[in-house]
């Protein structure tokens, strides 16, 4: 048994900034590896930053070098610092976990939290 809880999306103009939060509850979560994957208007899921239970990030090329992901194990929770949005980062954002054993579909993991980047 096990859930991921987000929170922290808003509306933002381009060249702003948001942190995102995701809490893990129950033993399904224990270890994984944790991140989000995003979906925008017209645009297919797509995975956008993961870190492992040791801390090993992976960024997707589209926001590597703006955004930072962290976690704190004693909490269960995984940080996603966004800065210097962009329009394009517009989606609804969805906390997941990242493995073998994990749907990699968008719609899988909740109804997500939204970012909005416009002016």
């Known amino acids: 048994e096990g859930q991921l809880v987000g929170s922290g999306g808003g509306s933002v103009p381009p060249g702003g900034s948001l942190t995102l939060s995701c809490t893990a509850s129950?033993?399904?979560?224990?270890?994984?590896?944790l991140g989000w994957y995003r979906q925008g208007p017209g645009i297919k899921c797509e995975l956008v930053s993961t870190i492992s239970f040791e801390g090993r990030p992976y960024y997707a090329a589209s926001v590597k070098g703006r955004w930072t992901i962290s976690r704190d194990n004693d909490k269960n929770t995984v940080y996603l610092q966004m800065n210097s949005l962009k329009p394009e980062d517009t989606a609804t954002y969805y906390c997941?976990?990242?493995?073998?054993?994990?749907?990699?579909?968008?719609?899988?993991w909740g109804q997500g939290t939204q970012v909005t980047v416009s002016s």
């Open positions: 997941a976990a990242y493995g073998s054993r994990w749907p990699r579909l968008c719609t899988e």
């Open positions: 129950g033993s399904d979560y224990d270890g994984a590896e």
